[in-house]
């Protein structure tokens, strides 16, 4: 058995006929390569341990310990995105100048069972915080800046009640609302004005519209073509940001919803481009509730394939700004794009925000006959028929009952 590098003692080895000295001089030889060997083997236990040590630094986002003394000078912006842990936002108040280290805010929180309850959105920080401090601001409801909220059905502008006393107000207002924010000392807000002048005027790549709805965008209304594009829910905005800066981070917040509510991708086999089912939600979310949408989408499926009116209140008053249910004559004989009882086909944009729900009507109607409906509870619930006789009675029914 060879045994070169010496790892074996010499009762283990053949005997060895060579002379004395050839003998010692290939021990003299082995010891030293048994030697080399080993420094090899600590060299990279070293190495390798330093390197898992330093491996799991990073990786643990800990690093070297410091500390700022105080509770902080200059006012910034933080915003935790979805999915940080706490070693992420460590790392990002770290990057941002708000602790000294990672690791100082992580060994203060460690205590904190807050810290790991912490939302994703923008929080007012100041820098040169210490880590408790930093700790305590993180955790503190008070700090996090209030995102706006969207509901299913709201519009860009604000709507007048019909007697003028008050005005419901639209996502524009609203957005302008949830861009205030103090920033050492000063009150700073984007005013409703110059988000509808960015709304108006603003190409589409500045207000992040996305490739499906550039076609319709660009040739919609300017005062209605970002009706729609702005879906339900919760919307983080960073304070300081420019009018034109606010409603793209909306609408880029608003289509990543939309491509995992289906849109465009799950419209293929509907007939209609990504926009007009979006168009169609939006009708949906207006007429009806949402135990009826999958009847109402079906409604207007029909209609659209027979070339029959929709006769949608909703898109009448749509354009006269009014939160009411039905119209008069003099509202439907109004002419213009909107008015689905003097136009065939849909509206030339969406008539509002639509939801998940909504949406999923849209792509996929509730099988049925249905061509007509009429609101015939007082909670709002529809009846469904598919001639108009039928239609006709249930409407005088819900009349003779006060529904409308």
């Known amino acids: 058995m060879s045994d070169d590098l010496g790892l074996f003692s010499e009762q283990d080895v053949h005997h060895d006929e060579r002379p004395r000295g050839a003998k010692a001089a290939a021990r003299s030889k082995r010891r030293r390569k048994k030697t080399i060997l080993w420094v090899v083997v600590a060299l990279i236990l070293v190495v390798g341990g330093g390197g898992a040590y330093y491996g799991y630094q990073v990786l643990s986002g800990i690093g070297s310990y410091e500390d700022f003394p105080g509770a902080g000078e200059a006012d910034v912006v933080v915003e935790v995105k979805d999915g940080d842990l706490v070693s992420a936002i460590a790392n990002t108040l770290k990057e941002q100048g708000v602790v000294a280290s990672a690791r100082a805010f992580i060994e203060a929180g460690k205590e904190n069972t807050g810290l790991t309850a912490i939302q994703p959105g923008f ?104 009706e729609g594009l702005i879906t339900r829910g919760l919307y983080h905005l960073k304070p300081g940001a420019s009018a034109p800066e606010l409603i793209k981070s909306v609408i880029e917040t608003s289509n990543a919803r939309l491509q995992g509510y289906g849109i465009p991708a799950g419209t293929k086999n509907t007939g209609f481009r990504p926009y007009e089912v979006l168009t169609i939600a939006s009708l949906i979310e207006k007429e009806g509730l949402e135990k009826d949408f999958g009847k109402i989408s079906r409604v207007i499926y029909k209609r659209l394939s027979v070339d029959q009116e929709l006769q949608f209140d909703s898109t009448v008053n749509y354009k006269l700004d009014r939160p009411i249910v039905t119209t008069s004559d003099e509202d439907r004989d109004r002419s213009g794009p909107y008015n689905t009882y003097k136009n065939k086909g849909l509206t030339p944009t969406p008539i509002g925000s639509p939801s998940r729900e909504a949406i999923a009507a849209a792509i996929s109607p509730e099988q049925g006959p249905w061509q007509y409906f009429v609101k015939c509870q007082k909670d709002g619930t529809s009846c469904f028929s598919d001639n108009l006789d039928e239609h006709n009675r249930l409407a005088d029914k819900a009349r003779e009952e006060g529904v409308f």
Request: aromatic residues 2%; neutral net charge.
């Open 123 to 226: 929080y007012l920080m100041k820098t040169k915080m210490s880590g408790q401090t930093a700790v305590d601001r993180m955790t503190d409801p008070k700090a996090k800046v209030v995102p706006l909220e969207v509901k299913g059905g709201n519009v860009l502008h604000d709507i007048t009640s019909p007697d003028g006393k008050s005005v419901t107000k639209g996502i524009l207002s609203m957005l302008a609302d949830a861009s205030c924010a103090e920033l050492d000392g000063v009150k700073k807000c984007v005013t409703a004005q110059e988000l509808r002048d960015a709304a108006d005027n603003a190409d589409a790549a500045a207000l992040g519209i996305p490739d499906w709805a550039q076609v319709d965008f660009a040739r919609a209304p300017k005062e209605n073509r970002l």
